[in-house]
């Protein structure tokens, strides 16, 4: 998915205010999907199924940091 990025060159400001602003093509569905993906895939989190139960406040801290 990805797509080519062209770079335009432009010689002063009014020439620059003249070109429209570039729109991606799709539904706002799938601009959403798109994020997902990218969210999932900067931060993925996994997290052991369950509910569990500590003795201390130590164990449960200990438990905490092994999933971050």
Not at 8 to 19: A, G, W
Not at 48 to 56: A, L, N, Q, S
Request: positive net charge; proline residues 6%; charged residues 40%.
């Amino acid at each position: 998915m990805k797509t080519e990025k062209r770079v335009q060159k432009f010689r002063s400001i009014e020439e620059m205010n003249k070109v429209p602003a570039p729109e991606r093509a799709g539904s706002d569905f799938e601009r959403f999907l798109r994020h997902c993906a990218r969210w999932w895939s900067i931060a993925p989190k996994h997290y052991p199924r369950g509910v569990f139960k500590f003795r201390t406040l130590e164990d449960a801290q200990k438990a905490r940091e092994k999933y971050r």
